[in-house]
């Protein structure tokens, strides 16, 4: 019975995007540039659909090698329709030998079985077995992807379409966080009896061991797939699926500057869901939740300068806040004492859009720092300073150094400031 999920969509959004769908189409079928990757990312139940986390979730992004989600989800309504069976052998053609790795190294006249093929796209992302799947199933790689896009649009990721059964690069083959979500939806329960191939930790081919690309599986309680993606032009995504406490929840990460960031924030995107917190990791301390401070008329000199200088210099506030005093950072979540400051905004949204770019501009420097949100009241209204906090002092200015060099600006916050 095919499941059918409670799914959350935002009109204003999709609106705003309405430009970015029109500008895409008129990008031709070529292999696209780093500079295209976008991050985004969503959270949800995977039994009711209900969104718990989302960020750019409806933008366009290149999937990459999450692409054989959709190819193994044709493979499984193939073998459930009797059109092919697991232990049947497939030939290999010139066209699957020629994929660029990752590849298990098939050669024209090799034959290999439709369940090894199902093995190696789960843990070695062997983009020359995506091929044999696709040839087998839609005699080219070219019509299966109308199929796969055809699939996609019966499932209801309207936003996709698939133009090679591997995610190698073309400009073409666009997603959503939200479009994958479904998917893994899908393949969990309309494919339950097939979703135990995403949790291998490693396929063995003609001798040769081929550990899984999922690295956070191995580490992050409860996980139990779903598939990675790169190419250049995509950053590091990954899709995600962990069950705790009997409730499975489906994350999708694009865009992540390297594989270890992509995976921490993939597990701090799943802790916060699992306990509730539903904005996170874009943590908002509030000054209004706490009792009032008395006005004072002369702060302390480090908290006067911080307010003064970040809330004037970045970002589009230009007013220091009425009040000065500011919510402390989370001591459970913070790993140092100093942080970074990348903007100071009356629009949420573009505060954490301040820290996901600085999160990517920075690479690996910020990878154990925690993304939050500052609110602050102020004489023209709320403020919310984007931070990245829990950094050591020497981090933490060699992460606004390169922010500077790529042209974000960046405040070093000393522990006094927070």
């Not at 139940?45 to 989302?54: F, I, N, P, S």
């Not at 694009?254 to 996170?280: C, S």
């Not at 509030?286 to 911080?306: D, F, G, L």
């Not at 709320?382 to 060699?398: C, F, N």
């Amino acid at each position: 019975m095919a499941f059918t999920a409670i799914w959350r969509r935002s009109t204003a959004q999709s609106r705003k995007l309405a430009t970015a769908v029109a500008m895409a189409a008129l990008v031709a079928i070529a292999t696209p540039v780093a500079a295209l990757a976008k991050y985004a990312s969503i959270i949800i139940d995977a039994k009711t659909g209900e969104v718990l986390h989302e960020a750019s979730a409806d933008t366009r992004n290149f999937p990459a090698s999450m692409t054989k989600m959709m190819t193994l989800h044709l493979v499984f309504d193939a073998v459930n329709a009797g059109k092919i069976r697991l232990n049947q052998q497939l030939p290999v053609s010139r066209h699957a030998s020629n994929m660029e790795p990752s590849k298990l190294g098939l050669v024209p006249g090799d034959n290999i079985t439709t369940e090894q093929c199902i093995q190696a796209l789960v843990t070695k992302s062997a983009n020359d077995c995506a091929v044999v799947l696709a040839e087998a199933l839609g005699g080219t790689e070219q019509n299966f992807a109308r199929m796969m896009t055809d699939r996609a649009r019966q499932l209801g990721m309207t936003r996709t379409t698939f133009r090679n059964a591997s995610g190698l690069p073309n400009a073409g083959q666009l997603s959503t966080a939200r479009d994958f979500a479904r998917l893994a939806q899908s393949l969990i329960y309309d494919h339950a009896q097939y979703y135990s191939y995403f949790s291998a930790s490693s396929f063995t081919y003609k001798g040769v061991v081929h550990r899984n690309h999922n690295r956070l599986m191995a580490r992050y309680e409860g996980m139990d797939g779903l598939k990675t993606g790169y190419i250049r032009a995509s950053g590091f995504n990954l899709a995600a699926s962990a069950v705790r406490d009997g409730r499975r929840l489906i994350g999708i990460v694009y865009g992540g500057q390297t594989g270890t960031w992509r995976d921490n924030h993939m597990a701090d995107l799943l802790d916060d869901a699992f306990m509730g917190r539903r904005e996170a990791p874009m943590l908002v301390a509030s000054n209004q939740s706490k009792p009032k401070a008395k006005a004072r008329t002369k702060p302390t000199a480090p908290e006067t300068m911080v307010a003064a200088v970040s809330d004037s210099i970045i970002g589009t506030a230009n007013a220091a806040p009425a009040v000065s005093t500011v919510g402390s950072v989370p001591a459970s979540r913070a790993n140092g004492n100093w942080a970074i400051q990348v903007g100071a905004f009356n629009d949420k949204a573009q505060s954490q859009r301040a820290v996901n770019q600085a999160t990517q501009k920075a690479g690996t420097l910020l990878d154990s720092a925690t993304p939050h949100l500052m609110e602050v009241s102020t004489a023209k209204g709320t403020l919310y300073r984007a931070r990245l906090v829990g950094l050591d002092e020497r981090t933490a200015r060699r992460a606004c150094a390169q922010l500077s060099k790529s042209g974000q600006n960046c405040l070093t916050l000393p522990p006094a400031s927070l």
